[in-house]
Every structure is written in structure tokens, then in C-alpha cells.
């Protein structure tokens, strides 16, 4: 019974285990601070170039003339580079250029006094009807430009976003509830930023 005891006991413990590896580890791993690897020696490649000229010129000064392995190649990317902004400079020849890949870009005539006294007239008048877009149109304009010269008091921009806001409200009474719990979501999230 006693010896049955020690077995167990010698057992978990680890020294009647056999050991694969005299070093204990699960790899064969040489043992600490024994294989160390030499230091890097490099050798000097002037000094071992077989082409190279070494001329002495003082004690302490020594020229050495290592000539290029070959000639330079037409391919090279120093003396040809691949990069036009590192070639040098070609001189400026009289050259058709080739034909416009698409149509030729309209520029539109600046407008005179009288036509934005007319866009200004217009949607003083009636901002509902002579909207940005349809003073652009009719005066071949950039809506920019409209809403630049004739823009809108505060109070009418106050209730053109009222009306938006109502036309929004209707098109989100026609949301799914999936697409309006995802929506408020988006909202809380945004808030939080």
C-alpha cells in the first residue's frame, strides 16, 4: 500500500515520468547561452576588389579607384527615368494636338445688368413659382449663381423649411417600422457623436 503511494505520488510530481528531451522542453532546444553565433565580419570591398587602384597619397590618405562593372544600360532608371517629372526638359515643338475625346465644354456668357435686375424682379415677385432652378433654366444660369443674386429673406426661407419639414413628415409616416426603428437609431447615434 505504501509503495503503491510513493508511485502515484513520485508520478505526478514529474520524476518517474520519462523525460523525451534531456533539457525538459517540448523541442529539442540547445541549452541557455551555449550556441552563440560569431560576429558579423564583413570584408572591406574596396580594399578586396581585384579592379580597384589603390594609390597611396600620404601616411594617413589613400585613394582608391574602383572602375563600374559595365557600361551604363540604355534601360537604366538614373540616367533614363521612367517618371517625366525627373526627365529633363524637351523643347516645345509646334504639334496638332489630338482631337477632343468628348464634346467641347460650353462656357456661358456672363450675364449682364438687366438680366439679374430680371432674376432679382422675378423672385422677388413670386419665390414659390420662379424657383432657383427655373430662373437658371430660363436664363441659362447655374442655380448658384440665382440663389447668389436673388436670395431669399429670412422669413421666406423660414417657411420654405416649414413646408419641407411637412413634406418630410409625410414621407416618414410612410416608413415600415423596421425602416423607422433604424432611422431613430441612426438619429440616437448621430446625437452621441
Known amino acids: 500500500m505504501l509503495r503503491a503511494f510513493m508511485f502515484v505520488r513520485g508520478y ?15 523541442y529539442p532546444r540547445p541549452k541557455p547561452r551555449t550556441a552563440e553565433r560569431p560576429p558579423y565580419r564583413a570584408s572591406d570591398p574596396l580594399v578586396d576588389n581585384a579592379d580597384a587602384a589603390v594609390t597611396k597619397l ?26 517625366p517629372l525627373l526627365r529633363p526638359p524637351t523643347p516645345k515643338t509646334k504639334q496638332a494636338l489630338p482631337p477632343l475625346s468628348g464634346p467641347a465644354p460650353t462656357h456661358r456668357p456672363r450675364a449682364s445688368q438687366a438680366t439679374m435686375d430680371e432674376i432679382k424682379r422675378l423672385r422677388a415677385e413670386n419665390p414659390d413659382v420662379w424657383t432657383s432652378g427655373v430662373l437658371a433654366r430660363k436664363f441659362s444660369v447655374t442655380r448658384g449663381f440665382v440663389q447668389a443674386i436673388a436670395a431669399l429673406t429670412k422669413s421666406q426661407r423660414r417657411k420654405k423649411r416649414v413646408v419641407q419639414e411637412g413634406i418630410a413628415a409625410a414621407a416618414r409616416e410612410k416608413w415600415s417600422e423596421k425602416h423607422a426603428m433604424t432611422m431613430a437609431i441612426r438619429k440616437k447615434r448621430r446625437e452621441l457623436w
Open 12 to 26: 505526478a510530481s514529474g520524476s518517474a515520468k520519462p523525460k523525451r528531451f534531456p533539457h525538459g522542453g517540448k
Open 58 to 83: 600620404d601616411d594617413t590618405l589613400t585613394f582608391i579607384h574602383r572602375p563600374p562593372r559595365s557600361a551604363p544600360s540604355p534601360h537604366s532608371l538614373t540616367t533614363n527615368p521612367i517618371s
